[in-house]
């Protein structure tokens, strides 16, 4: 196969993943040497269905990250639910889910609101602004350090060591360097959560911290549990809403006629939010799984203690799934996409990262209505969290 993943999955993945569809067979790729990994690599899977087979089955599959690494390794999220199994997994999300629900993300509206329209007023009309600095990083930021009740001047600190753990979250850009510097930020950000678990900073009764430390006092949830997920919730709870809320203004202002659908009609926004997610989906990867024992995948064939992951930003684009699956329309339905995951592992915070998404983009319209793209963008040198780096804008009101 003639596919140089390196340069292919970082600047351009659809053709290459077109490809691989094509093709129907997985994708080997390697673990660094620097990876704590007992296993060589992972398998990707490229297709729809091949997806939904992986994402769905927790009888052939395990999560239990910590089994597969080598002694010594750094833990990082290992303990937080998403690498637990049954019924492991489900006890620990049961402790929070409910924070998480479409009901209860709805008072953030308020608090996301303010921090949009706060963060655009300090931007100049007239002036060229690279919006992912200047905006998409900081408002999601702000709303999840609120519902976790971890102090916004820990922003700063936060920001820098997640940006470590995604820098070396990919296989085809990590190196000896950037391994040992994910290792260092988990590290400093378990002592931080750990910090906010022995009451080092007051926060809210209604928050998540509040919530785990309640937990923990009555034995309910370990403290390596509740840092972990503190962890866990931090990093995904604002990497994938910032590639959110960057994507979705760079489609929209780069296809105007979508945009003047929604200028038209402003509920067409959550179908554009939906789109975004489809078409540039913030994870491109899922986090992979385990065989437990021979499996066969169309036709091909696993053992046991292989790395699985399916290829978010692949199935989404399936054309036997969607027609003109290359194509933004905000009005596309239905639209069945992965980005969130499928079965009982699917994102528990997809809600907020689809409310933070659509007021960061309805007041950045109402603010800025006569803006326009200022240049190409430029993305991330990162296969696995597709974000855009530099998003600069001409700001018009």
Known sequence: ????????????????????????????????????????GKWLLSTYDQAQSVLNDTDNFTKNNAAFRTQGAEPGFDASMLFQDEPEHRRLRSLVEDLFRRTAIDRYKEIASVKARQLL????PGSRVNLIDAYAESMPLLVITELLGIPASQMPLLRRLSQAITTASDDLTVTAET?????????????????????????????????????????????????????????????????????CLY??????????????????????????????????????????????????????GEQISVILGSANRDEKVFSDPDQFMVRRFPNPHLAFGRGSYHCIG??????????????????????????????HRNSFVRTLQDLSFFLEA
């Open 121 to 124: 007023a300090d931007l100049e």
């Open 350 to 379: 997809r809600h907020l990262s689809v409310l933070e998404a659509r007021i960061a983009v309805q007041i950045f319209l109402e603010h800025f209505p006569n803006s326009s793209l200022a240049g190409e963008p430029s993305w």
């Open 179 to 247: 391994h040992d510097a994910k290792a260092a930020a988990y590290r400093d950000l378990a002592s931080l959560m750990q910090a906010g678990m022995n009451g080092e900073w007051e926060t809210a009764e209604d928050s998540l911290l509040r919530r785990l430390q309640i937990l923990n006092r009555d034995s309910l949830l370990s403290q390596e549990h509740a840092i972990s997920m503190l962890l866990l919730l931090l990093f995904a709870g604002h990497e994938t809403s910032i590639a959110l809320i960057g994507s």
């Open 1 to 40: 196969m003639s596919i140089n993943l390196q340069d292919q999955f970082i600047t351009n993945p659809y053709p290459a993943y077109a490809e691989l569809r094509r093709l129907g067979q997985p994708y080997f790729i390697p673990h660094h040497p620097a990876d704590t990994n007992r296993t060589a």
């Open 251 to 304: 489609l929209l202002f780069s296809h105007p006629e979508q945009l003047q659908l929604i200028r038209e009609n402003p509920d067409l926004l959550s179908g554009a939010i939906e789109e975004t997610l489809r078409l540039e989906s913030p994870l491109q990867r899922s986090t992979f799984r385990m065989t437990l024992r021979d499996l066969s995948i169309d036709g091909h064939q696993f053992g046991p």
